[in-house]
């Protein structure tokens, strides 16, 4: 799989925050159907109160399809430890991923599109549960978990270090995956 021309955008996500950037083939991503049924029974942040989270966001199958429909990605990872400025951090790094995601498209990688982490944070409250329009449809995108992939097994599976955490004080380790051609 090529990837030196996607070097530089691996190097400024790692400038800019990420611990890791590796390249990827789409279809070695894991999708499962039991992933929603966290967000539904374990999340109480987005299930049916947000457009990125469940069952707003794409399913496991519809996923598959997409992800199938790429020959590269990038798999970011970062490590957040608890500290008080961890939600300005993730908030920073989302916002370097969706410019990246559009500097990608004018590249002429037209078909660039980023996976977040996490429920939407772009609003402290989705015009989903107003059944209002999104108020930033431009920036708003569905988590990996969100749209059934395996966080854990992909990761994992790609070398990175992945394990629950025990305490809220533990570090956080975040994946997002930039779906490229």
Known sequence: MEGGDLKKYCDEALEKGATHAKLIFPGSVITAPWV???CQYGC???YNKCYC??????TPEETRKVLDAYRRA??????????????????EFFEMLLKMEGDLFKEGYYKAFVYLA????????????????????EKARPSMEGAGIDVFETARSHGFFL???REKRETQNIYCLMLVD
């Open 36 to 38: 929603r049924l966290k």
């Open 118 to 137: 996490g429920p939407c944070t772009l609003c402290k409250e989705c015009n989903r549960i107003k059944e209002s329009p999104c108020n930033f449809p």
């Open 163 to 165: 394990q629950t955490l």
């Open 74 to 91: 990038v798999l970011f990872h970062m490590e957040a430890p608890r500290t008080p400025e961890r939600g300005a951090r993730f908030k």
């Open 53 to 58: 989270c469940p069952p707003n966001s794409p």
């Open 44 to 46: 109480p942040f987005g």
